[in-house]
């Protein structure tokens, strides 16, 4: 399968302070790439999706300007956590898309561990 | 409205015995029905995808089968190293690659 490297595996920040964390498809090109939260004992929720080269577009209830989403290339997009609290400790995902209009399947980075003290 | 919901939450089972995890759908538009594995503290690994009623797909001890209301993923003789986090996603409408995930199937297999 194809592989997708999310870097940090783990953060440890203060508040106030921002993060970023990056997501690389290392061997295919993905023009769609999809950042999830996971909070403990719970499923993944889809923050936004970004497309290569244009503005990501967030889930309802997820603030633009707090988790600030970059896809410059066909192979990195980039999430940074802006301004950091408690609260936004969690265990975030990133996943990737290959190119092509109907390829639906997607790839996961193992993940990054935020956690904000 | 779509959704998917996964029963059991969570199964215990000895090793060898076998058995069945449960996605139940409702899905406008199905692009395609996923399962990952979900190890505590990793990113989600893919198994498969289904994409049609009737399909099915193997991967050593797993099976994955898909109908137009469920998709069941078997686990036969399973071994303690089988245990994990199941999660059942579904692709729909037009945003390819986006996916909706259950809430997921902790399993356990005893020694």
């Known amino acids: 399968g194809a592989v997708v490297s999310q870097h940090p595996s783990w953060v440890i920040c203060k508040s106030g302070t921002s993060v970023k964390i990056e997501c690389r498809s290392l061997d295919f090109q993905a023009t769609t790439m999809f950042w999830y939260r996971q909070f403990p004992k719970q499923s993944l929720m889809l923050m936004a999706t970004?497309?290569?080269?244009?503005?990501?577009?967030?889930e309802q209830g997820v603030e633009k300007d707090k988790f600030l989403i970059n896809h410059a290339s066909l192979t990195l997009s980039t999430l940074t956590v802006t301004s950091a609290h408690p609260e936004d400790s969690s265990f975030y995902i990133c996943s990737a898309r290959a190119q092509g209009p109907m390829n639906t399947e997607a790839f996961f980075g193992q993940g990054t561990r935020l956690t904000v003290v | 409205e779509d959704q998917v919901t996964q029963s059991p939450e969570a199964l215990r089972l000895q090793e060898g015995e076998s058995s069945s995890l449960n996605c139940s759908y409702t899905?406008?538009?199905?692009?395609?029905l996923f399962w990952y594995r979900q190890d505590p503290g990793k990113g989600p690994e893919f198994l498969f995808t289904l994409y049609s009623a009737g399909e099915e797909k193997e991967k050593e001890r797993l099976k994955a089968t898909l109908t137009k209301k469920e998709s069941f993923l078997h686990i036969t003789a399973p071994k303690p190293e089988d245990s994990a986090t199941y999660l059942c996603a579904y692709a729909g409408g037009t945003s390819y690659g986006k996916l909706t995930f259950g809430q997921g199937t902790i399993l356990t297999v005893h020694p």
């Open positions: 899905v406008s538009g199905l692009r395609g």
């Open positions: 970004s497309n290569e080269g244009s503005k990501a577009t967030y």
